[in-house]
């Protein structure tokens, strides 16, 4: 997948979406690394600010923690 191609899911994606994906990556996830990682996390910290507190909350529920 290419720079582009990840900034338009994470665009397109919601906060519980990004969350989810953040959650549950594995170690080294190149979603996470340089210029798409700078941006992945502005993005979410930006949806959840948006959001707000209850709503990041209920989200962090509904995905939980998996094991």
């Known amino acids: 997948m290419t720079y582009e191609e990840r900034k338009a899911w994470i665009d397109g994606a919601t906060y519980e979406q990004l969350l989810s994906k953040w959650r ?16 992945y996390s502005k993005v979410m910290f930006e949806r959840k600010k948006q959001i707000g507190g209850a709503a990041a909350v209920t989200a962090s529920k509904a995905i939980g923690w998996g094991v």
């Open 24 to 39: 549950f990556a594995t170690v080294g996830s190149p979603w996470f690394q340089g210029k798409i990682g700078k941006y």
